[in-house]
């Protein structure tokens, strides 16, 4: 920095230099006692920000204006913002045009440009400044900070829980294949698998029937016959009365895969479903 003294200039020295140490929350009345700023700027401002809300609602629509209007909240306006759109339209060809005096033709340019000088006028950007300095270092930054700490908190618990749930799942996953294995399916589509599966039970129960029809069983079921008949001391006793079911696959003609098949897959047939409503 350089000042000027006695017809010329002379550089000032260096620990003319340092900066200035000010408590932010003083800053506005230093800056009032050296007549930087007038003592009552709040009303100026006010002011100003009255004239801000009516211009925002007479903004020409065009492109350039509707990017920057996108992220405009009227209530926290300030001078940046105020200087952004006053620029934006006074780069625009449609809205930075003037006549022969050197004034804005647009209206709406206009009122910008007397915003920002209100804004110039006795330094009031400088005032607004402060405060918004001063509001952002006693509540914005230490609830920010405040914030940011809960997060981390429940990002750290959700990562937790993250690796609990994928642990969980691969023993479910594991859990869910042996019982896929046990049922002989692989498990993509349930219902349709085990459908699948149903398509062997008549040929199942065929077998189940030569298997009651064995020589082994039929005598078995004679002597059954005898001991109840012996215990009981009735010769009326038979076979038909005491298993009558046995005694029907037994002495009946063993159906064929065909007509197992149509038992099965009848429509009456007892299902799933009607399994379950009974019980």
Known sequence: MKTTGQGFSQPIPPEQELPIDINYAKLSDWLSDRQKIRADWRNALRAIQEKVGTAVENLPDNPALNAVKAGINVKEMNYITVKKVRDVMTSDKDTAQKNWLGQYKNQATKEWEAILSMYHKDNVHLAEATQIMTQNVQ?????????????????????????????????????YKKECDKLGIEGKEVKGELLKRSECLPALYLEMMEALRSPGLVDAAKLYTAFVAHVTENAEVTAETILPVLSKVQSDALPTVEQMESISFAQDAVTLEDMQCIV
């Open 139 to 175: 509540f914005e930054i230490p609830a920010i900070r405040k914030l940011l700490q809960q997060t981390v908190k429940q990002q750290q618990e959700l990562h937790r829980k993250e690796g609990e749930y994928k642990r969980g799942s691969d023993d479910y996953r594991e859990r």
